[in-house]
């Protein structure tokens, strides 16, 4: 085909064991395992017309209906990055229009949203010019494979639900490479989650993610990061299949703390989280201890609260949320996220 278009939405996620640190471009030196989200998406419509000079690809860029000369430049660098996975690029002009069901002053990373609905844009029109059809399966591989090029957390967005990214010595097709669905082993007690994200500070971070993973390089306790990640990750995939809450907790929390802890043991050190975190933290345990109710937190890469619970004291959560958490939110900000079922096709 010379021409045609395409438009996904893709979802963020939040990983509940992290990626944090490389053993190579795009390799995470451990597996990491999140829960897809719903609301929290990016919409990316793409149309493509077939050019006369195919040395590189072409593209015009919209966020939100207007120029972004930062959001421009991480897709120019994404596109480079996916030529050599897909070298019918060079030969289109790409016309792309992308937008957030977030307010990008949230605080929340976009890059697993953006990125995610970015790749599963291209293996699409890659598809449509080349007339390969693959089933499913394999399309969504390439795409979290493709994905993965330009955000490791991107390649997990592809799937909903439960998501592993990391190879697993017996958990079959787990890989460096791509992510893979969760669903197939996955117990009752974990359907049926949300995620309320506590948006302490919308500001942008001292320290990007980017800046984080090479800072990690040099980071004396990196390794035994890297060890406990692949041992959480693992200890977390034994929770989600025979329905231990209280595990997949102690692995949660101890995955927040530990992220944090390598920011503060970097050299120099710096801190992402906020007096206002910490304050919601104690009221968490507080909260926890006095209702006997078994639920996580974790944080991101930033000072902003994810409280994941299931569906059976939803009530109680939100109730909890409204009187004690959200006077410590940034004017009184916060996303009342669920568990999804991943990226869909939204023909425009």
Not at 199 to 216: A, D, E, F, L, Y
Request: charged share 20%; hydrophobic share 35%.
């Amino acid at each position: 085909m010379k021409s045609g278009k395409t438009a996904w939405r893709s979802p963020s996620n939040i990983a509940v064991v992290k990626y944090w640190g490389k053993k190579g471009y795009q390799v995470p030196a451990n597996p990491s395992v999140s829960m897809t989200l719903t609301k929290c998406c990016t919409e990316t419509s793409m149309e493509y017309k077939k050019k006369a000079n195919s040395a590189s690809p072409s593209f015009d860029f919209l966020f939100q209906g207007e120029k972004n000369i930062l959001f421009e430049k991480r897709t120019s660098l994404f596109l480079e990055s996916a030529i050599n996975a897909l070298p019918s690029l060079k030969d289109l002009h790409l016309n792309i229009e992308t937008s957030n069901s977030f307010p990008h002053s949230a605080g929340i990373a976009s890059s697993a949203s953006s990125i995610s609905s970015l790749a599963l844009c291209l293996i699409e029109i890659n598809r449509q010019v080349s007339g390969n059809y693959e089933n499913e399966e394999q399309f969504f591989r390439k795409a979290s494979h493709l994905a993965r090029l330009g955000s490791g957390s991107a390649c997990r967005s592809i799937y909903g639900g439960w998501v592993l990214w990391g190879e697993i010595s017996g958990i079959e097709h787990s890989s460096d490479d791509y992510a893979i669905p969760l669903s197939d082993s996955l117990h009752r007690n974990f359907i049926n989650w949300y995620d309320s994200i506590l948006v302490v500070n919308s500001g942008v971070k001292q320290v990007t993610s980017s800046q984080g993973h090479t800072k990690m390089e040099s980071n004396p306790y990196k390794e035994i990061k890297y060890e406990t990640g692949r041992k959480n990750a693992l200890a977390s995939i034994t929770a989600l299949k025979t329905g231990d809450e209280k595990l997949l907790r102690k692995v949660t929390e101890y995955e927040a703390a530990s992220l944090h802890s390598m920011f503060l043991l970097s050299d120099p050190p710096y801190i992402l989280i906020k007096p206002e975190s910490l304050q919601i933290i104690n009221k968490i345990v507080r909260f926890r201890q006095d209702s006997g109710l078994e639920f996580s937190f974790t944080l991101d890469a930033g000072p902003n609260i994810h409280l994941l619970y299931p569906e059976s004291i939803r009530d109680m959560m939100i109730s909890f949320i409204k009187s004690e958490l959200i006077l410590f939110c940034e004017d009184g900000m916060w996303i009342d996220d669920i568990m999804g079922k991943g990226p869909e096709s939204i023909q425009k």
